[in-house]
């Protein structure tokens, strides 16, 4: 398997600096219940403003509803699929546009479901799992297939297994697969004191 250890300015821990998001799955290998579970369990944990828990997972298991999960595949934009196709488990992140304590709009909705999809995906790491987060879906589509009530955005599709050898990915994605991790540096994003202000 490729791992890909982040090669970081400063030492971070090791569940971190570990996960990435690769495209090759094993299809022949599924996730046990238990484990699957448990990231939902992680995600489920994420902080959120005013503890609101925005989020909504659709959890599609091919071993388990064959019909939710091509359904979930259609979704995926077309290029995705030719790797996604062997995902075990598919699912969709959704945020609830309102809060539930007083039905005023939640613009903190999208960011928080973003942390629950990063506590998922590092308990997938934790596990031995793989996950990956794709922004190459049809939303319309979602929202008709999945049946999504008004007053939320479908956010991110998200592919869950176990990791594969590069070499059963096609070339054009098995570079991707084998290129060296990168991230801005840390002076790039972050800055001291005002926007701009140097870090030391």
Not at 40 to 58: G, M, T, Y
């Amino acid at each position: 398997m490729q791992h890909k250890l982040a090669t970081t300015q400063v030492k971070i821990h090791d569940l971190i600096a570990s996960r990435w998001s690769p495209r090759a799955f094993d299809p022949d290998k599924p996730v046990d219940h238990g484990d699957l579970m448990a990231l939902l369990e992680a995600a489920r944990w994420a902080p959120s403003c005013f503890n609101d828990q925005p989020w909504r997972f659709i959890v599609c298991v091919r071993a388990n509803d064959e019909n939710a999960w091509q359904d979930a595949l259609e979704v995926v934009a077309e290029k995705n699929r030719l790797w996604a196709k062997n995902a075990p488990v598919l699912m969709l992140s959704v945020a609830m546009a309102d809060f539930n304590h007083n039905g005023k709009p939640n613009r903190w909705a999208m960011y928080d479901t973003g942390a629950a999809a990063v506590s998922l995906c590092l308990q997938a790491n934790a596990l031995g799992l793989v996950a990956h987060q794709m922004g190459g879906f049809d939303a319309d589509k979602a929202r008709q297939v999945f049946k999504l009530p008004d007053g939320c955005t479908p956010m991110a599709m998200m592919a869950i297994g176990y990791q594969a050898e590069a070499e059963t990915l096609a070339d054009d994605f098995k570079s991707a697969e084998l290129a060296e991790r990168s991230r801005f540096p840390l002076q790039q994003c972050f800055y001291s004191g005002g926007w701009g202000g140097e870090l030391e």
